[in-house]
C-alpha cells in the first residue's frame, strides 16, 4: 500500500499499511507563533521619560529662562574648546583602561575600542535607558571577536571603578564642605547599594565555577533559555574579572580611572569658568559627583532634565542663581552629548560604509 504522508501545523501524522511499523523519522513543518512584546516591557521607559518631563516643567516653572539664555549668550568660548579637547583625550583614556580589562583573555585593538565605546555614546544619547553599553559590547564583539558577555562583564567592572571614585570624591568632599541633607542621602543611598552589588559580583566570580555549572544543568535545559545557554554567557562575565587577578592590570585601571576623573572636574571647571562663576575646584567636583550619581536615576535620552535639575540644585550650595546654574547645565550638556555623538554617528556611519558591522550586530550577543 502506498504511504501518504499528511502535515499539520501541530505534528505530522502517517497512514500507511498494518504491515509497516512506524520506525523512522520525518521532518515536520512548523507554524511559529506570533511574538508579543509584553506591554511591561515599556514600563521602565514610560517612567523615564515621566521623570524627564517632570524635571523639565519644575524648571521651566521655577527658573527665569530670558536670564538663563542671557548667561549663554555671555558665555566665554575659549573655556569651553579646551574642553572638549579633554573630551576627546577622556575618550582615548577610556578606549585603553576597556583594553587592559579585557586581558589576557582577549585582545582590542585601540581603535576598535575608541570606535565601540563612541557608537556606545551615541546611543545613551538618543535612546533612553544605558542601551548604548549593550552595543558597544556588541560592536566589539563583532570587530574583534570578543565575546559579549565577556565585554559587558568589563563594563560592568568599569562602572565598579567609576561608582567607587565618585564616592570617594564625594567622601572627601564632606570633610571640606557642608553637604546639603539631599546630597549625604543619596551618597550613603548609593553606598549600600554599591556595596551589595560590588559584593555580590565578587563572591559570584570567586564561586565561577560552581555557579556556571549550577546554571548549566538547571537553566540551560529550559526551552526558553536553550538557545541562549545563560551558563556560556554567566562564564564570560564573570571571567572578566580576571584581569583584576594582575597587578599590572590593576595597577593601570586605577591609574586610567584616577586620571579620567580629573580630566572630569578639569571639564567641569572650565565650564564654570566659561560661565563667569566664581567658585572653585570643590564647586566642580560637587556637581560632577551630583550629576553622575543622579544620571543613575531612570530619566529620557541623555538623562534630559534630570542632570539639568541636579546641576541647579548642586550649584544652589555655592550660591550660583538658578537660571546661570541651568545656563551652565544647558552648555555643558549639549557640549558633551552633542560631541560624544556627532563623533559616535560618523563611527558607525563609516563602520557601516566600510562593512566592520551591520546594523543588526549593534544588538547581537556573541558567544
Not at 506570533?34 to 516653572?61: D, E, F, H, N
Not at 556606545?120 to 566589539?140: N, Q, S, W
Not at 550613603?188 to 546554571?215: D, E, K, N, P
Request: charged share 15%; net charge positive; glycine share 8%.
Amino acid at each position: 500500500m502506498r504511504r501518504i504522508l499528511v502535515r499539520t501545523a501541530s505534528k505530522p501524522v502517517r497512514m500507511c499499511s498494518p504491515d509497516q511499523s512506524f520506525a523512522g523519522t520525518v521532518p515536520t513543518m512548523t507554524v511559529a507563533e506570533p511574538k508579543t512584546r509584553s506591554s511591561g516591557s515599556y514600563k521602565p521607559t514610560l517612567i523615564g521619560i515621566g521623570i524627564s518631563l517632570g524635571c523639565i516643567g519644575i524648571l521651566a516653572g521655577t527658573v527665569d529662562v530670558h536670564q538663563t539664555i542671557k548667561a549663554l549668550r555671555d558665555v566665554d568660548p575659549y573655556p569651553l574648546f579646551v574642553s572638549v579637547v579633554l573630551t576627546a583625550i577622556t575618550v582615548a583614556c577610556r578606549a585603553l583602561r576597556w583594553q587592559a580589562l579585557l586581558r589576557p583573555e582577549s585582545r582590542s585593538g585601540f581603535w576598535s575600542a575608541v570606535e565601540a565605546t563612541l557608537i556606545g555614546y551615541l546611543f545613551i544619547a538618543v535612546l533612553p535607558g544605558r542601551v548604548g553599553e549593550i552595543t558597544r559590547a556588541a560592536v566589539l564583539g563583532r570587530t574583534e571577536n570578543v565575546p559579549t558577555g565577556r565585554a559587558v562583564g568589563t563594563i560592568i567592572i568599569e562602572k565598579i571603578f567609576d561608582i567607587a571614585a565618585l564616592l570617594i570624591m564625594l567622601g572627601v568632599l564632606s570633610l571640606i564642605i557642608p553637604l546639603p541633607v539631599w546630597a549625604r542621602t543619596a551618597g550613603l543611598s548609593v553606598t549600600a547599594v554599591f556595596a551589595v552589588l560590588t559584593v555580590g559580583f565578587l563572591v559570584a566570580t570567586s564561586v565561577r565555577q560552581r555557579l556556571v555549572g549550577w546554571i548549566q544543568a538547571r537553566l540551560d535545559p529550559l526551552p526558553v533559555l536553550r538557545r541562549c545557554r545563560p551558563s556560556r554567557l554567566a562564564n564570560e562575565l564573570l571571567r572578566a574579572a580576571n584581569s583584576l587577578s594582575s597587578g599590572n592590570l590593576l595597577a593601570v585601571q586605577v591609574a586610567a580611572s584616577t586620571v579620567l576623573w580629573l580630566l572630569a572636574i578639569c571639564q567641569v571647571y572650565l565650564g564654570t569658568l566659561a560661565f563667569h562663576l566664581n567658585t572653585g575646584w570643590d564647586a566642580a567636583t560637587f556637581v560632577l559627583v551630583a550629576t553622575n550619581l543622579g544620571m543613575t536615576i531612570p530619566s529620557a535620552p541623555a538623562s534630559l532634565g534630570v542632570y539639568h535639575g541636579i546641576t541647579v540644585l548642586a550649584l544652589d550650595v555655592f550660591n550660583v542663581t538658578a537660571p546661570t546654574a541651568l545656563g551652565l547645565a544647558v552648555g555643558m550638556h549639549a557640549l558633551g552629548f552633542g560631541t560624544l555623538s556627532l563623533a559616535g554617528a560618523l563611527c558607525l556611519v563609516r563602520g557601516l560604509l566600510l562593512g566592520r558591522f551591520a546594523i543588526v550586530d549593534l544588538w547581537k550577543w556573541r558567544a
